[in-house]
């Protein structure tokens, strides 16, 4: 399980990827995932969660996250297909984290075994 004091810390950092302020400096690395993304439909919504990596040199961790995506579902029906899909960005959700040995932390720590699903570690896309 990932303790609070890890998810805390590492959820900040990444909060700081979207502060204003100079970029050209960090040093990390945003790594796409192969597999196929977790597919929910709910309330005549669809919501994807693709997963991925970031690499933070700065903070010296990798972190494991689900991009979540969702559009309304009506796209994908063959009689509403002419509707714009409006994809929104839903939010980053924090999966697990590796810290570098030098830091205090747990060397790996994941969310309760379930990946993708649930609502803890969570970045909203809106604040």
Same mark, same amino acid.
């Given at each position: 399980?990932?303790?609070?004091?890890?998810?805390?810390?590492?959820?900040?950092?990444?909060?700081?990827?979207?502060?204003?302020?100079?970029?050209?400096?960090?040093?990390?690395?945003?790594?796409?995932?192969?597999?196929?993304?977790?597919?929910?439909?709910?309330?005549?919504?669809?919501?994807?969660?693709?997963?991925?990596?970031?690499?933070?040199?700065?903070?010296?961790?990798?972190?494991?996250?689900?991009?979540?995506?969702? =559009?309304?579902?009506?796209?994908? /029906? *063959?009689?509403?297909?002419?509707?714009?899909? !409006?994809?929104?960005?839903? &939010?980053?959700? $924090?999966?697990?984290?590796?810290? =570098?040995?030098?830091?205090?932390? /747990? *060397?790996?720590?994941?969310?309760?075994?379930? !990946?993708?699903?649930?609502? &803890?570690?969570? $970045?909203?896309?809106?604040?």
């Amino acid at each position: 399980m990932l303790d609070e004091e890890t998810r805390e810390k590492t959820l900040k950092e990444i909060r700081g990827y979207f502060a204003p302020g100079p970029r050209e400096q960090r040093q990390l690395r945003f790594t796409l995932g192969h597999s196929h993304p977790r597919r929910e439909i709910k309330n005549d919504v669809i919501r994807f969660s693709f997963e991925n990596a970031i690499e933070d040199n700065d903070h010296h961790f990798r972190a494991d996250v689900a991009l979540i995506l969702e =559009a309304d579902a009506a796209t994908l /029906r *063959p009689d509403t297909r002419n509707v714009s899909p !409006r994809w929104r960005f839903v &939010g980053l959700k $924090l999966l697990g984290v590796d810290r =570098a040995p030098g830091d205090p932390k /747990r *060397p790996r720590s994941q969310e309760s075994g379930v !990946r993708g699903q649930g609502s &803890g570690g969570g $970045l909203p896309a809106n604040p």
